[in-house]
């Protein structure tokens, strides 16, 4: 299976970096793992809501950009759909199985994603009704797809 993280804004402290490396090499037996940033639009505190709209839909055509072909598509969303681990793990192995074989997830930024990418989203998927610093939502998302590695194959980590 190839998964493939498209991530709006890069890791830029060392222990966010360190985190997200060791999750990575843990994913390695497992999976085909590919991370792309994308570079965020500038957005300020005093922008408007339509400059916001304006940034998202630029970031939103430079991740299009970045989606390879035949995967499925999910949106990390906070409006989305929550899954269990054991459920995420059923999930992706019904799409190793039965679906593309391969999954692009995005994760946005300050702001979130363009509401068209969510539109064309195969899943919306929430980890919490919290809002989530992109940094920390990149580890959180690695972190559950190495225990839904493990749960798939029964192996201990899980609990």
């Not at 190839?2 to 360190?18: D, F, P």
């Not at 906070?78 to 019904?94: D, F, H, I, K």
């Amino acid at each position: 299976m190839q998964i493939t993280i498209i991530a709006v804004g890069s890791l830029r402290e060392k222990y966010w970096r360190q985190a997200a490396l060791e999750y990575e090499r843990r994913l390695l037996p497992y999976v085909r793992l590919r991370v792309q940033e994308i570079a965020p639009e500038r957005v300020y505190d005093e922008s408007s809501e339509s400059e916001i709209a304006q940034a998202l839909q630029k970031e939103g055509a430079k991740i299009r950009k970045a989606i390879p072909p035949n995967h499925t598509l999910v949106a990390l969303d906070v409006l989305g759909r929550t899954m269990s681990s054991p459920e995420l793990a059923q999930w992706l192995r019904q799409e190793e199985i039965y679906g593309r074989g391969n999954v692009a997830m995005l994760i946005g930024g300050s702001y979130g994603l363009d509401p068209s990418l969510l539109a064309e989203a195969d899943l919306r998927l929430s980890f919490s009704a919290f809002t989530f610093p992109h940094q920390l939502m990149r580890i959180i998302l690695l972190e559950q797809l190495y225990r839904a590695m493990k749960i798939q194959r029964g192996e201990a980590y899980h609990k």
